[in-house]
C-alpha cells in the first residue's frame, strides 16, 4: 500500500518548480583522500559554475567518485573542502533544497518506481505530490505504478534522476547518469541536462565516460587524473592548451614542394606519405598565402581540431589505474 499525503508534508514545499532559485556554486579547494598508502584524491580543486553543465572526466581510479562522496559528506577528507556558495554539504540548512545526487541505482524490487519515490518524500518532509511531478519530468508516468525490479538499466537511471530532482535543487551531481540508456535516451538527456542548466540556471556536475557524449553536452570539463588535476576549462580552451599556438591540414598533389615552399618560409612542417602536410604554429590564411605566391595547387586547408576523445588520452596518458599493453587497446 502506498503511503498517503498529510498536511505537514503539503506544506513543506509549495510547487514542482522555483521560478526564484537561487544559484549556486560549487567549489572544491585543496582536496585530498587516502586509503592506506593509497592516494586516492592529492590536492584537487576545482569549480563549477550555475547555469552550465561540467563534464567531470578522468580514467578509472582517478578518484572521481571518491571526490564525489567527499563533496556529499559520505567520505571524510583528509584535507581540503567542498562548498555549496561557502557552505559544506552536511551544514547546508535544507540540504535536499540544494542539491541532488545519484551516485549508484538501488531499489527495492517489489516496490513501484511511484512508491519508491513517495517513501523519499516522507523522509525527507515534501509533498508527496512531488512523485508524479519528477516521474512525468523523466518521462516515466505511464511506468510509475510498475515495479522498480522490472525496470530496464536505463529506466532505473531515469528513476534516479527523479530521485535526485524531489527537492527541486539548485545543483546536480551525476554519477554516470546515461549509462544504460539507448541512443534515444542519450539524446533526451542532454536536452533534459541543458534544460535544467541553461533554461532552469541549475548548476550540473555529471561524471561520464562517454566522451563524445560530454563533447556534446558539456560546457567546461574538469579532467583528473591520479587524483589530481590535469586540466579544467572549456573544450575550446583545452584544445587552445594542447595544440600551442596552432595547427594546419594542408592536403596537395604537390606536397613535396609545398613542404620545401613552407619550410623556406620558417614554418614547422611534417609531411605525411599521403600527401598531407601538418603546419603547425601558424594559420591557415597564413598557410594559404605562402601556396598562393608559389602558385602550388591545394585540395584542402584547415585548421586541425582535436576532438575530446583525443584531447582525453593526450592529457590523461600515462594515469590509468590499469594500462593495456601497447597496441592493444581500441
Not at 583528473?224 to 588535476?229: N, T
Not at 596552432?246 to 620545401?260: D, F, H, I, N
Request: charged share 20%.
Amino acid at each position: 500500500m502506498e503511503p498517503s499525503p498529510g498536511p505537514r508534508e503539503e506544506s513543506a514545499i509549495d510547487s514542482g518548480s522555483s521560478p526564484h532559485r537561487r544559484p549556486v556554486r560549487v567549489e572544491v579547494h585543496g582536496l585530498s583522500k587516502s586509503f592506506g598508502a593509497v592516494r586516492a584524491v592529492d590536492d584537487l580543486s576545482f569549480t563549477v559554475e550555475p547555469g552550465s553543465i561540467t563534464g567531470f572526466l578522468g580514467p578509472n581510479g582517478a578518484g572521481k567518485t571518491t571526490t564525489l562522496r567527499m563533496a556529499l559528506g559520505l567520505e571524510q577528507p583528509d584535507a581540503g573542502t567542498a562548498t555549496f556558495d561557502g557552505t559544506p554539504y552536511p551544514d547546508l540548512p535544507s540540504p535536499v533544497r540544494t542539491v541532488g545526487a545519484v551516485l549508484e541505482t538501488a531499489f527495492h524490487p517489489a516496490r513501484s518506481g511511484r512508491n519508491h519515490l513517495r517513501v523519499y518524500c516522507r523522509a525527507a518532509g515534501l509533498p508527496v505530490s512531488r512523485a508524479d511531478e519528477v516521474l512525468s519530468q523523466v518521462g516515466l508516468a505511464d511506468a510509475g505504478r510498475r515495479r522498480a525490479g522490472g525496470y530496464s538499466l536505463g529506466m532505473r537511471q531515469r528513476l534516479a534522476l527523479a530521485t535526485a530532482l524531489l527537492g527541486d535543487p539548485a545543483v546536480l551531481v551525476l554519477d554516470e547518469p546515461a549509462n544504460g540508456l539507448d541512443p534515444e535516451g542519450i539524446h533526451w538527456l542532454r536536452g533534459f541536462l541543458r534544460q535544467l542548466a541553461h533554461t532552469e540556471g541549475r548548476t550540473v556536475l555529471v561524471s561520464s565516460h562517454l566522451l563524445a557524449e560530454m563533447e556534446q553536452t558539456a560546457d567546461r570539463v574538469v579532467i583528473v587524473g591520479a587524483g589530481r588535476l590535469v586540466r579544467e576549462g572549456s573544450i575550446t580552451e583545452l584544445r587552445s592548451g594542447a595544440q600551442g599556438s596552432g595547427a594546419v591540414l594542408v592536403r596537395s598533389p604537390e606536397a613535396g614542394r609545398l613542404t620545401e615552399v613552407l619550410g623556406a618560409a620558417g614554418f614547422t612542417v611534417a609531411p605525411s606519405e599521403d600527401g598531407r602536410v601538418t603546419v603547425t604554429g601558424t594559420t591557415p590564411d597564413a598557410v594559404g598565402a605562402q601556396a598562393f605566391r608559389a602558385g602550388v595547387e591545394l585540395h584542402e586547408l584547415r585548421a586541425e581540431t582535436s576532438g575530446l576523445e583525443e584531447l582525453y588520452f593526450r592529457l590523461t596518458a600515462g594515469q590509468e589505474q590499469y594500462a593495456a599493453a601497447e597496441g592493444s587497446r581500441r
